[in-house]
């Protein structure tokens, strides 16, 4: 038998296997078509099971591996032939091309679809400022990387390997080694020196006399945020970790007078255009201080106090007029995988007007009970009639505090 026919039957038998695989898969089709005819096959659990992707992954390989091995059969009877096999440089070089394109088409899609989701409007005077960077980076590095792919994929299409040509040896250009390190250096420059005198800009503030920022406190837990306001004298009294007890769950320590009038705030809620300044610290572990529609994050550190000053721009109610969306609201979320509820803390923030934030802050409750004044010697004040039930049940527990306290 010569070594023609030999392959022919070598490629007649790749066929055969081809047309066997192909006959039983189908079968196998049909079968399950009926099946699933008759009973429904519940496909979630299976979607869940890594074993079916690794089955997957290894049908995969078998594919590649027959249509590979189809091919170099036919390869080799072309080549017994005489005839000229596949042009593998060709194939590589319309990849490429393909490529190209495909990969061009999933930016634009990228950028108009997500593009899309993106953050509404920065809320803040600084977040102006960040939003104008990120534009001009983004712009930027969008033009280099669409210049430098059709560059990279279009040279692999139009210089790929041919018989017709030799390759030109070309090992150094100095003119050129300098311009693109210079360029790419100068912009990075630019870059760099941008978003420095942007973040001093934000960091370094030099306070306005006439315009003092609102401070407000707070105090990140594994999960949940405390915020004290600073009552009517504007300044948040001190706290020490040490003074922390049952009923003093932040530690404030009373002796200090500013502490006196210090408010719980239930919510966050900032008077438009007035600067406020936060006043960050952690009782445990690390946790981020973070308000996208504000553009701020910090993490806030056990141990040590961290600061944010920035000036919301925006109302809550304007906002949802921007953002066509009447349930709008800001939020304050952790931006650090602090613990297993990370997830879920979150706290709403409302911008309103200084008029209705007035209105609301002499509503809040004030940190010093009745319990905290017995607490600290100062002089206990004679409770309405109807006095509220929380503070009751505190009362108790304190008394069933003190009772396990004696015990021991
Ligand atoms: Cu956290």
New binding site residues.
């Given amino acids: 038998m010569s070594l023609k026919k030999l392959i022919g039957n070598k490629t007649m038998a790749a066929l055969a296997v081809l047309i066997t695989v192909f006959a039983n898969t189908s079968a196998f089709a049909q079968e399950a078509a009926a099946a699933a005819t008759a009973k429904p096959v519940d496909m979630g659990p299976i979607y869940k099971s890594t074993l079916f992707y690794i089955l997957l992954f290894l049908l995969l390989c078998l594919f590649i591996a027959i249509v590979g091995k189809a091919l170099r059969v036919y390869e080799l009877t072309q080549e017994t032939q005489g005839k000229q096999s596949i042009n593998w440089d060709k194939v590589n070089g319309i990849i490429f091309a393909i490529f190209l394109v495909v990969g061009l088409y999933g930016v634009y899609w990228e950028y108009t679809v997500h593009g899309e989701m993106l953050l509404p409007e920065a809320a803040s005077e600084h977040g102006k400022k960040i939003d104008q960077m990120f534009n001009i980076t983004l712009i930027i590095t969008t033009i280099v990387f669409i210049l430098t792919h059709i560059v990279l994929f279009a040279f692999a299409y139009f210089y790929k390997s041919s018989n017709n040509r030799k390759a030109y040896y070309y090992p150094h250009n100095n003119a050129l080694e300098r311009v693109w390190t210079i360029i790419p250096a100068l912009v990075l420059t630019v870059l760099v020196l941008m978003g420095f005198l942007t973040w001093r800009s934000i960091f370094y503030k030099i306070e306005d006399p006439n315009n003092k920022p609102l401070s407000i406190e707070v105090t ?1 837990s ?2 949940q945020w405390d915020i004290r306001y600073p009552g009517a004298d504007g300044v948040v009294g001190k706290k020490n970790y040490k003074k922390i007890t049952a009923i003093n769950a932040l530690g404030i320590d009373f002796t200090d007078k500013n502490s006196l009038d210090d408010q719980i705030g239930d919510e966050i809620v900032l008077p438009v255009n007035k600067p406020v300044r936060f006043i960050l610290t952690s009782k445990d572990v690390l ?2 201080f973070y308000m996208p529609h504000f553009r701020v994050q910090l993490n806030t550190v056990p141990g040590m106090t961290s600061y944010f000053e920035f000036t919301p721009t925006i109302t809550t109610e304007q906002m949802k007029v921007k953002t066509n969306d009447p349930s709008f609201k800001y939020l304050l979320l ?1 931006a ?1 995988i ?2 297993a509820n ?1 997830y879920n ?1 979150q706290k709403p923030v409302r911008v309103v007007t200084q008029a209705e934030y007035d209105a609301w802050v002499v509503k809040q409750t004030p940190y010093l009970t009745n319990d905290l004044r017995k607490a600290f010697n100062l002089p206990v004040i004679a409770e309405p009639v109807a006095a509220p039930a929380k503070a009751d049940t505190t009362a108790k527990d304190t008394v069933k505090t003190n009772q396990i306290a004696l015990k021991k």
Avoid: A, E, I, T
Wanted: aromatic share 10%; glycine share 10%.
């Fill in positions: 990140s594994q999960f946790h981020s952790c650090k602090c613990g990370h803390m």
